[in-house]
């Protein structure tokens, strides 16, 4: 098994927001909010890079995509 995150290589990440200044942010996490029945303007949404170079040429034949929630105090986790 090979473990590849956004920290390996040129990996990034980053989330964006409409609202700007907001008193939501963190320069540590990524912030992620949908909701249809909320205002747009709270919407966050999370983008993932990943340098996949360490496995170039190799058949991949099993992905896995985890994520780890944290409390950031501003609701569910």
């Given at each position: 098994m090979i473990q590849i995150t956004t920290?390996?290589?040129?990996?990034?990440?980053?989330?964006?927001?409409?609202?700007?200044?907001?008193?939501?942010?963190?320069?540590i996490l990524m912030l992620v909010k949908y909701s249809a029945?909320?205002?747009?303007?709270?919407?966050?949404?999370?983008?993932?890079?990943?340098?996949?170079?360490?496995?170039?040429?190799?058949?991949v034949v099993e992905a896995r995509l985890n994520l780890t929630f944290a409390p950031t105090g501003m609701g569910y986790a």
């Open positions: 920290a390996t290589g040129r990996g990034k990440d980053a989330y964006i927001q409409p609202k700007f200044p907001s008193e939501h942010h963190s320069d029945s909320s205002d747009p303007s709270y919407e966050r949404k999370a983008y993932i890079g990943l340098d996949l170079s360490s496995i170039a040429g190799m058949n």
